[in-house]
Structures are given as structure tokens and as C-alpha cells.
């Protein structure tokens, strides 16, 4: 099977296994994974003024379609730091990136698919090193490209050779909330627009700065409560009033709660009418002519058509995704509109029709737990949104999506307000959270847990794709419409299950500190014991489930070995070093060894498991160790793969005294969420924070 071109070389699926004599070949085989954007974030879909691109811009990189079949004309994967932005005509596109600790802007023919070339980004003397580019925009002739920090001050460079335009320190700490960064049509004007540094005590404020003299020519100031949001869309055109404007979702609370979108003109700040909704919206845009809004649902994740500037109902109605939609955009033909939905998919619509005239699947959600099918070919990949998809190993292709069940949406997004305005999705616990799988022995079960969202452990049935029963203690759990769920305050904090599928282990954050670890039978679902315990941050049943190994939060906590049929503790292990906390644990296939991961003293203890007695220290030296917190054994036991923050994947030899000297190198820095070796030992999954997943294996 040819894997995409995606992955530059298309190497066939590798026969040789990943070993200690295959280190020094091995390389990204395939790489996938088109991303999806934080809501409230200014991501989202853009159609190029000519019609011939669809542009999908995530924290992953720019995603390049064609917008009458959506087939994938190319993919510049660019590293998340935030700051990024398409040109107005869709054929050129800017983000940031590091080089030895200092920002830089990487430029890209959105055309051809390739680099206009890097420049750096010119500071103000005195600026400390913590501010960080927040915003960019490129002008609408292409000539001109402005960058704000997060401190305020905006620097202004010529495209494409980078040349320095201006550096204005003006507003210099007037804020650490830049908003937006917005050239208007004619290029003449660069509207710069925050919040104050009192958090909106003073309100929102506009500069207008003229960009051939660089004086301010404009400000207005709204009153605290009042102004746009900190995403949404500009119109193409000018208001009847003369004045550029644009459309920014919003939500205000009291005593008459109101969602919708607010229509400012932003020169001004003036608001000329509040379009209500029965939802916040959780996207919006507007065709390239100004003629037509489109934009999302945050509840029913329907996509809605109106005329824009009539303040009328929807004029087309759509069904949307399955989960809530971050993208969208509309053509100037009245009659053709896209979405994009954190359920993975790219979707196009025509009016009249209730279903997607194409679609395009790849868009994977921030995503955690990655495991391989039995038959190494399937891969299946948790998200933090609660679903699972079940992808082709080589081609990234989606098989089938384990789709979250509970409705509605709001029951684990919430609204939350920030000062009275400012509107935004969030996680219940932030998107730093944890939502981890595990492979029951026979691939029919998939067992799921989230350390949010207040989900008991869930078995999915991998045929059908959907949960087959829960898991949890009766005592924090409760009924509602919706089935199951953990009391409000609690949720699960790790997982682990018995290589034989016959015994669940699993904790709880409770609000009494109640870190007890519930060892439950798999098949009925019932809790056998709890057996009291600080709380643990790895934990993991040897091969032969006769022992469950956990190591804790704190600093010097000890690794403890645990019987699971009696609860009893069968050996505690003390760590050597005052600031050692383990990170990861993990038994060799055959039983013999237990491996524990101290990132912060840069090391890799090997346990025997008769005695407890370490048996072996592997000490990372410290010029590779950038954070290394994930660890995975080799099918064969032989070999441990360690990730760490810089997107480097290095391998050690099980018995020798050093990592081996070629590590593997993912394509910019990036950090690795999990990893997976596929059962046959040949290729290893790899999920970053860009949401992207790497397969590594031996290069022919």
C-alpha cells in the first residue's frame, strides 16, 4: 500500500521490524492529520477571491482544497505558536516559528505549496523577552506584513524581503490583550484594536494608524461590556456609513441574557445592529462580495445562510456536524457554503440540498490516547472532545468514527464569560486534560477514559462503534437523561487494563482529596476493592495482571507495588533523589522488568521483578533531555522509544548504558502527547500537540 504524498517519500509498508539494528534507518514513514482550531480563536476556512481554493487554517497548518470536490491539493504543516494568517486574495499565508529562541515569520505561496522565505521580527529596545508575537496580517496588495505583541507593540515589514517598515512602541504596555490586527481594503489605514490593560475597565480601544506617515489618525473607545469579540469576520465591504465593519459573535449575561452577532463598525466602535440568535455562535463568515453571513450553531452544530446586512432569519439552513463546528465560509454565488466540525470533517453545501455535496475527513481534534488495532493496519486515536476515530495506519483515511453520544453539545462545552463579555468555549478542565484507550485482548473492546467531562470509564464495542457499558464506583456517579456520568466535582484521573482484559484499575479526583485506586472486574463492571493511595500519576498491571505498579504525584512519592486481587501492598520502591517524580511506567513484555521514567533527574530505572532491586540505571544526559515524559516498550521488549518537548524521539537498547546515537527528528519542534508501537513491532504512532499523527518505521 503507497502512503500518501503527504509524507514526502511514498514508502511501502516496512517489513523490517523497528530493533536496535534498525535505529540508525528509520524515519517518518507517513504523517497526517489536517488539525482543528480552539473555539473563539479566529481559525477557521477561507475561499480564495479567484474561487479556486479552499483554505483550512489550524494550529496544524495551512490545509489547501479544492473547493468543488474538496480533494486535498496540498498541506503546509506549520508549528503551533500561535500567530497566523491568510492573505485577503488566498495566495499567500505567514506564521510564526522559532529559530535559536527568537520568533520568526515563515512565509508561503498558498499557489504552489512553496516557501517565500523566512524573516525575523523586528522588537523595540526595551521590550521584555516574555512578550510574544500575538497577531499578524498581511496587507491587501501583499506588500505589507504587520505583527503585534502581546505588550503592544506593532512592527510593520515589506514583503517579501522583509525589510523593516516601522516598530512603534506607542502602546507599549497598554495591554496584554491584543484582539485584532486588521488592514483595511485600501491599505491605507491599519486598524489595531484591544483591550485595556484594566481588563476592560476603560473598554476596548481602536487605533487607527496611517500606513505611509505611521501617525494614528483614528482612536475610539467603547465603554466596559460593549465591543466586538476577540473573533470573527470583516466585511469586504464599507458600511453605509462609510465605515469599514465587521461581524463578531457574542454573548451578553444579566438580567436579559442574549447570543448572537454584533455588527461594529470598527473604526468607530459603533455598534449598528445586534443580530440575536437563540446560541452563541461558535463560527461565522462571510463571502468574499460581503452579500452572505454564514455561520454555526454552538448547540445544534447546524450551519445557517443569511443576507447579510438584513437582519432577517436564516435564508438556508444545513445539518451541520457532529460536533461543534470551528470553521466556516461561503461563496459569492449565493448558493454554496463550508464547514468544517471538530468531528473531523470538511463539508461542502449547496442550497436545496440537505446533504454535503462533498466532504473531506482528517480534520482530527486535539487528540491523546493512541492505540493499534490487532492487525497493526487500523489505528484508533482519542480525542479530547470524547470521540475516538479509527483511522488506515498508512493512509490517515478515517474507517470509522466511535462518535461521543451525549446531547446536548452544552452537557460538556460550556459558555463562560470572561469580565461580562468576551464569550468562549472551553474545556471543563482545560484541553490540557487527559482522555486515554486501551485495547482489550480480543480488539472487541476499547476502553476509554477522560479526566474530564465527568465520563465514567467507558467500553466501546469496536464493531459497532458504540459504548458497550461503563465503568464506575455507584457511589460518585449518578443517572441523568443522558446515561451515567460522575458527580460534577470528580473526574477519572488514570486507567489501566490487565493485559487479559479482566480487571480494570482506575482513580478519581474527588473533593475530599480522595485518591483511592477502585480495581473493578471488566466484564460485570463491578467494583471488587479500593485500595487507599496518594494521588498517582502512572500506573500500570504487569503482564500477567498479578500486579498493578503506580508512581506518584509528588516529589519522592514511592513506586509501589500492588497486589490486585487483595489490595495489599507487595513492596514499596524509594527513589534515590530528592526531586524525582515518575512520569511513566512500564513492564517489558516478558514480566522481568519494571522501566520508570524520571524526566527530572534524567533517568530510566530497570526494575527486577523478583526482587524489586534495581537491576539497571539509564542516565539521559542532560543536553538531550527536553522534557522527556513519554516512554513505550517494543512488542519484543528490546527497545523503549522516549519523547520529548522538542520533537526528538530517541530509543534505548533494553541492557545497555546509553540511548542510541540516531534519534528520530519530527519535522519541527513539537511535543508528544502519546505513542504506540503496532503489535508487530514494525512501526511506531506517534500523536503531537498539533494534532498531527507521525507513523515512524524503518525506510527502505
Known amino acids: 500500500m503507497a502512503l500518501p504524498v503527504l509524507a514526502g517519500t511514498p514508502y511501502p509498508a516496512p517489513a523490517e521490524p523497528i530493533s536496535a539494528a534498525s535505529t540508525a534507518r528509520l524515519a517518518v514513514l507517513a504523517e497526517y492529520g489536517l488539525g482543528t482550531a480552539p473555539l473563539s480563536s479566529g481559525y477557521g476556512l477561507q475561499l480564495s477571491l479567484d474561487g479556486q481554493r479552499l483554505i483550512v487554517t489550524s494550529p496544524a497548518g495551512f490545509a489547501v482544497l479544492s473547493p468543488v470536490d474538496l480533494t486535498l491539493q496540498r498541506f503546509i504543516p506549520a508549528p503551533d505558536l500561535g500567530a497566523r494568517v491568510v492573505s485577503r486574495d488566498g495566495t499567500r499565508a505567514a506564521n510564526l516559528a522559532d529559530r535559536e529562541g527568537g520568533e520568526i515569520v515563515q512565509l508561503w505561496d498558498l499557489v504552489s505549496g512553496q516557501s517565500l522565505g523566512e524573516h525575523s521580527v523586528p522588537r523595540w529596545p526595551t521590550q521584555q523577552d516574555y512578550a510574544r508575537v500575538a497577531l499578524l496580517d498581511i496587507s491587501p496588495d501583499n506588500s505589507l506584513l504587520a505583527a503585534v505583541y502581546s505588550d503592544g507593540v506593532v512592527a510593520v515589514i515589506d514583503l517579501p524581503d522583509g525589510n523593516l517598515v516601522k516598530v512603534l512602541a506607542w502602546y507599549i504596555d497598554y495591554t496584554d490583550t491584543p484582539m485584532f490586527l486588521h488592514f483595511s481594503q485600501s491599505g491605507k489605514t491599519l486598524y489595531y484594536i484591544y483591550l485595556d490593560v484594566g ?175 490487532s492487525d497493526s493496519g487500523r489505528l484508533r486515536v482519542a480525542a479530547l472532545t470524547g470521540s475516538i476515530f479509527e483511522i488506515d495506519t498508512l493512509t490517515g483515511r478515517f474507517v470509522k468514527t466511535f462518535a461521543d453520544p451525549r446531547e446536548p453539545r452544552r452537557y460538556y462545552w460550556k ?125 500500570v498491571f504487569s503482564p500477567d495482571g498479578a500486579r498493578l505498579a503506580t508512581a506518584g504525584w509528588e516529589a519522592r512519592q514511592p513506586i509501589r507495588i500492588l497486589d490486585p486481587q487483595t489490595g495489599k501492598v507487595v513492596k514499596e520502591i524509594r527513589l534515590s533523589q530528592d526531586s524525582s517524580r515518575i512520569d511513566a511506567l512500564a513492564f517489558t513484555p516478558d514480566g522481568s522488568l519494571l522501566l520508570a521514567l524520571d524526566s527530572s533527574a534524567g533517568t530510566v530505572d530497570a526494575y527486577n521483578t523478583t526482587s524489586w532491586e534495581l537491576a539497571q540505571r539509564l542516565t539521559i544526559p542532560e543536553e538531550l533531555n527536553f522534557g522527556i515524559e513519554k516512554m513505550r516498550v517494543s512488542p519484543d521488549g528490546s527497545l523503549v522509544a522516549l519523547a520529548d518537548y522538542s520533537g526528538a524521539i530517541n530509543f534505548w537498547e533494553v541492557g545497555s548504558d546509553s540511548l542510541m546515537p540516531d534519534p528520530v527528528q519530527l519535522p519541527y519542534a513539537v511535543r508528544t502527547r502519546e505513542m504506540a508501537f503496532s503489535p508487530d513491532g514494525r512501526l511506531l504512532a506517534v500523536v503531537g500537540t498539533d494534532n498531527r499523527v507521525r507513523i515512524i518505521g524503518v525506510a527502505p
Not at 466540525?341 to 440540498?353: E, H, I, P, T, Y
Not at 455535496?357 to 492505540?371: C, N, Q, R, V, W
Request: aromatic share 14%; glycine share 10%.
Open 415 to 539: 459558555v463562560s464569560t470572561f469580565d461580562a463579555f468576551f464569550p468562549e468555549f472551553r474545556r471543563v478542565a482545560g484541553t490540557e486534560g487527559d482522555c486515554t484507550i486501551a485495547p482489550g485482548t480480543d480488539d472487541a473492546l476499547l476502553a476509554q477514559s477522560c479526566d474530564y467531562g465527568f465520563l465514567p470509564i467507558r467500553l466501546w464495542d469496536t464493531a459497532l462503534g458504540s459504548v458497550a457499558r461503563t465503568i464506575s464506583d455507584a457511589s460518585y456517579t449518578v443517572q441523568d437523561k443522558w446515561g451515567p456520568r460522575l458527580k460534577t466535582s470528580i473526574g477519572n484521573a488514570l486507567m489501566a487494563l490487565s493485559a487479559d482484559g479482566q480487571w480494570m484499575a482506575a482513580t478519581y479526583h474527588t473533593p475530599l482529596d480522595n485518591n483511592a485506586i477502585r480495581i473493578f472486574e471488566t466484564s460485570s463492571g463491578r467494583l471488587m476493592r479500593t485500595i487507599a493511595s496518594r494521588r498517582v500519576e502512572a500506573m
Open 199 to 373: 481588563y476592560g475597565e476603560q473598554g476596548i480601544q481602536s487605533r487607527g494608524l496611517n500606513t505611509t506617515s505611521w501617525t494614528e489618525e483614528s482612536y475610539f473607545a467603547t465603554k466596559k461590556g460593549r465591543g466586538p469579540s476577540r473573533y470573527g469576520v470583516f466585511s469586504p465591504t464599507l458600511s453605509d456609513t462609510g465605515f469599514e465593519f465587521g461581524y463578531f459573535p457574542v454573548a451578553y449575561y444579566g438580567g436579559n441574557s442574549r447570543w448572537g452577532i454584533d455588527v461594529f463598525d470598527f473604526t468607530t466602535l459603533y455598534e449598528r445592529y445586534f443580530l440575536e440568535m437563540p446560541d452563541y455562535p461558535s463560527a461565522v463568515g462571510i463571502s468574499s462580495d460581503g452579500r452572505w453571513l454564514v455561520s454555526a450553531s454552538s448547540v445544534t452544530d447546524k450551519v445557517e445562510v443569511r443576507e447579510a446586512e438584513k437582519n432577517r432569519p436564516p435564508v438556508f439552513t444545513f445539518a451541520g456536524h457532529d460536533n461543534l463546528v470551528w470553521g466556516v465560509a461561503a461563496a459569492p454565488d449565493g448558493q454554496t457554503f463550508y464547514s468544517v466540525g471538530m468531528d473531523g470533517m470538511l463539508r461542502k453545501w449547496v442550497a436545496g440540498s440537505e446533504s454535503p455535496a462533498a466532504e473531506h475527513d482528517g480534520f482530527l481534534p486535539a487528540l491523546d490516547g493512541i492505540t493499534f488495532a
